[in-house]
């Protein structure tokens, strides 16, 4: 077919154009794609920011410890956790991953030599650990081999503010960065009499999830082993993953087994659980008025179609094909789209300035994820295409097909 035929059939469609609907259509489809957008680049950019150690949707991390009666401190019996009773905790049904504590039972004593203006000193320590799948730290920091001289420490971020806003303001001694606390060297003197040794060390990263000197677990073993002739001894304290933020069946079975607990962590948990669930019902709506506005477009163009449904049996009739009769219809679908998800770009951008204006200064954002997030959107766009593009060959091909 001629080139004027196929103006002849895009004339007749965009007659048959209703300006109301096309307005609603693309007045719906802009707060879809407004949506859409606005909230995967905020959960992209600003999500890691909301949690513990950088992230509100890293898993659910409870220590729990038991509590300590005035019975067990008149006798000396130590409140551990049995092999029995961390095997029924990993038998709940809320809980995903256990691990325990390990505990340092020889002495440690800490020395540091004046650097920066801090005045060198020396005090005694403890150590502790846990799994690795439980600590957020770069690998490369945290190893450690039998035979190596260095040890690799994290504590936790309160214990640099106890020095900075506490020590360091009493004794008029300078205050210290996170980044200059881990250039200084110090060294640990582990063991006694005969069998002591000095190793290095240094901070590799700090954490506020869990409250203790942590060093590397297969270090605190071989410790252990060496220095107290201490392998295995049953743990006081465990580290705990469950699987869902809000199960109140965690905090029943906690409080039945007379579990100490931080409070704390429980209320942080369940508003990371309603912060996802938040983001999930937004880009949830978002998709669903993308979808409804998409749809009333569609039903528009099936209402042109029946209406012109003589005029388009005809035109099969004398040679075009279902594509061809198709053609019009898709293409100004297609431009629709289009603009509704550009318009909807630049309103996006604008409200993200605003929004960094705000909380950018006491919330870091790195790398933004906004042209990731836009080109995903064109991917949405022309999926959405496609989609049109089906259910309207099939309305055509039923009409041109109709006896």
Not at 112 to 129: C, H, K, N, Q, Y
Not at 159 to 167: E, P, Q, R, V
Not at 300 to 315: A, R
Request: with cysteine.
């Amino acid at each position: 077919m001629s080139l004027n035929s196929n103006k002849l059939i895009e004339k007749l469609v965009r007659k048959n154009l209703s300006t109301l609907r096309i307005i609603t259509f693309c007045f719906f489809s802009i707060i879809g794609f407004f949506i859409l957008l606005l909230s995967s680049i905020i959960y992209l950019d600003y999500a890691k920011n909301f949690g513990e150690d950088s992230s509100v949707w890293k898993a659910n991390y409870v220590v729990l410890n038991k509590k300590i009666s005035s019975l067990q401190t008149l006798t000396g019996q130590k409140p551990t956790f049995s092999v029995d009773e961390i095997e029924e905790l990993k038998s709940q049904p809320f809980v995903d991953k256990v691990g325990t504590f390990k505990s340092s039972q020889f002495p440690v004593k800490l020395q540091v030599g004046g650097i920066a203006g801090i005045r060198g000193f020396s005090t005694d320590l403890f150590f502790e650990s846990v799994p690795e799948d439980f600590i957020e730290v770069n690998e490369a920091d945290w190893k450690w081999q039998e035979g190596q001289d260095f040890i690799p420490i994290i504590i936790p971020k309160s214990y640099l503010n106890l020095y900075n806003f506490g020590f360091a303001t009493s004794q008029g001694l300078p205050q210290v960065s996170e980044t200059l606390f881990t250039k200084i060297p110090f060294q640990l003197v582990i063991g006694r009499g005969e069998n002591q040794k000095v190793y290095q060390a240094r901070i590799v990263d700090f954490t506020t999830k869990i409250n203790t000197i942590l060093v590397p677990e297969n270090f605190l073993q071989w410790a252990n082993k060496t220095y107290a002739h201490k392998e295995n001894t049953e743990p006081s304290r465990i580290v705990v993953e469950t699987k869902s933020q809000s199960d109140e069946n965690a905090v029943t079975y906690f409080e039945q087994q007379n579990f100490d607990i931080n409070k704390d962590e429980l209320k942080n948990n369940e508003l990371t659980y309603y912060l996802k669930l938040a983001f999930s019902l937004v880009l949830f709506i978002g998709l669903i008025i993308v979808f409804a506005a998409i749809w009333l477009m569609i039903i528009n163009f099936q209402l042109m179609i029946e209406k012109n449904k003589n005029k388009t049996k005809d035109l099969f009739l004398i040679g075009y094909n279902i594509h061809q009769l198709s053609r019009p219809y898709l293409k100004f679908a297609l431009i629709f789209m289009l603009i509704s998800y550009l318009i909807a770009i630049p309103i996006v951008y604008y409200i993200l300035k605003m929004i960094e204006e705000k909380i950018g200064k006491f919330m870091a954002i790195g790398n933004s994820h906004i042209w990731q997030v836009i080109g995903c959107g064109f991917i949405v766009v022309f999926i959405l295409f496609f989609i049109n593009k089906i259910i309207l060959n099939q309305s055509i091909k039923k009409i041109a097909l109709k006896d």
